[in-house]
């Protein structure tokens, strides 16, 4: 079976500070894999998307970057946080065929101050 | 361009009443459709999706949607409602062939009361 793990679950961050979260999927070759960012109480925006290892395409420019060092990971960072940029992080993936449904991670709330 | 409109931003019933939220569409093609629910604090777990043929769809938990392309609409419906269905509910699309398309309604926040 396919898991999903996101690290870390929480961040508390001062404004200006760097940030990196993570996402490894274990039990799934090639996925496509995501990450969405939910504001408090809002709708889902995609961030970032990547099909292959190397290979991510941004969606939106939120002062973010995303890496996709291993087939099975991805990463989200920045070098100087925003508070705007608080929110909950949700990595995801599919096997990569249209119209196939998407499996979230848990997610990590990020508190910036 | 693709749209979701998700018109309800909350929606308020009794535990045992039938529950129907909404969702339309705007999208040139033959859309995908998806419902996501979210649990407070938790992250989003599948209900259902319309690809294509019938236009009802069955989901998890009990739930099911209705494809209308007359009024590009695809709404959730479950009764009878019950208090664990508390949650926000999410329509989404997938456009262009591709799920790296995917656009999320706003959300409508459903408080099932017993």
């Known amino acids: 079976a396919q898991t999903i793990h996101q690290w870390p679950v929480a961040e508390i961050k001062a404004v200006g500070s760097p940030l990196s979260l993570g996402c490894t999927i274990k039990g799934k070759s090639s996925p496509n894999l995501y990450w969405y960012w939910q504001a408090t109480g809002g709708t889902l925006q995609q961030l970032f998307y990547?099909?292959?290892?190397?290979?991510v395409e941004s969606v939106v420019q939120l002062n973010l970057s995303a890496s996709r060092p291993k087939d099975d990971q991805f990463i989200l960072s920045t070098e100087k946080l925003l508070l705007s940029h608080s929110g909950f992080y949700l990595c995801a993936w599919t096997g990569g065929l249209s119209n196939e449904r998407l499996f979230f991670g848990h997610g990590t709330k990020l508190s910036v101050l | 361009a693709q749209s979701v409109d998700q018109p309800d931003a909350h929606v308020t019933l009794s535990e045992g009443a039938s529950l129907e939220l909404r969702c339309s569409y705007s999208y040139s093609a033959a859309p995908y459709l998806f419902w996501y629910v979210q649990y407070p604090g938790q992250s989003l777990q599948f209900l259902l999706k319309y690809i294509t043929g019938d236009t009802v769809v069955k989901g998890t938990k009990g739930f099911e949607a209705e494809f209308r392309k007359s009024n590009s609409s695809f709404n959730l419906k479950k009764s009878p409602a019950h208090w664990s269905d508390s949650a926000k509910y999410f329509c989404?699309?997938?456009?262009?062939?591709?799920?790296?398309?995917?656009?999320f309604g706003k959300g409508t926040k459903l408080s099932v009361k017993s």
């Open positions: 989404a699309l997938e456009g262009g062939g591709s799920n790296a398309k995917l656009t």
């Open positions: 990547s099909i292959t290892v190397g290979q």
